[in-house]
């Protein structure tokens, strides 16, 4: 069950680079995020969209921006990648009214 | 400020016996508390949920318990098998903020046969 499909899967990229992780999903929902999670400190919100024309930052927004090119798009940008970037990145989706939110596989990114 | 906090890293249980997994919160305006399982290399899934109008909510082997005076919540997962070892994440949503979730910290349950 792909519904919610990221890539690449796997990113190793230096100290300065500009990287982008996409995200796709054939749910239907309209509204999506992106999610960092770190060991020991849980899934933390980035950015999130509510429809193409509605973006909100949520609690670690620095460093990153996003693009939601289409209601089935979201995408993560570092536009000058930092060590301290090293994370897996989650990007989820949820259906107005509902409180669930379905997640892709994830995308495991290394900043030498 | 960590609003959920989930104060076990690791939890390990006999196989066919009861899992325990706790939560705590801070934050009163939380309305919505939710319960995700996460395998290696894979996202989060949606497991269990419970309204702030309840106190159980029971699914199969998986029930959660809601304290709200307590601020605590806690899934029991009875009886445990070997493949419910993953780790366990506790959510919360308030309606006020959009229903953004805020997560705890994770445990990591292993079931051993």
């Known amino acids: 069950d792909a519904d919610v499909t990221q890539t690449p899967r796997n990113r190793i990229t230096k100290t300065g680079k500009r990287i982008m992780l996409e995200c796709s999903q054939t749910k239907g929902h309209d509204r999506m995020y992106w999610y960092r999670q770190d060991p020991g400190l849980g899934l933390r919100l980035i950015y999130y969209s509510f429809d193409v024309k509605d973006i909100n930052k949520g609690e670690i927004s620095d460093g990153y921006s996003v693009s939601r090119q289409a209601q089935a798009k979201f995408s993560l940008s570092l536009e000058s990648a930092i060590p301290n970037q090293t994370a897996l990145y989650f990007c989820a989706t949820r259906r107005a009214n509902y409180n669930e939110q379905f997640f892709g596989p994830g995308t495991r990114l290394t900043v030498l | 400020d960590q609003q959920v906090k989930q104060n076990s890293p690791s939890l390990s249980v006999q196989e066919g016996r009861i899992s325990i997994l706790n939560c705590d919160y801070t934050?009163?305006?939380?309305?919505?508390f939710l319960w995700y399982k996460k395998y290696p290399a894979e996202g989060p899934t949606f497991l269990i949920s419970i309204s702030s109008i309840k106190d159980k909510n029971e699914d199969g082997r998986f029930t959660v318990f809601l304290n709200k005076s307590a601020k605590h919540l806690s899934l029991h997962i009875v009886p445990s098998q070997p493949g419910d070892s993953a780790v366990y994440f506790c959510?919360?949503?308030?309606?006020?903020?959009?229903?953004?979730?805020?997560f705890g910290e994770g445990t990591q349950l292993t079931v051993n046969p």
């Open positions: 934050n009163s305006m939380f309305d919505y």
């Open positions: 959510a919360a949503s308030a309606e006020t903020s959009g229903s953004r979730l805020t």
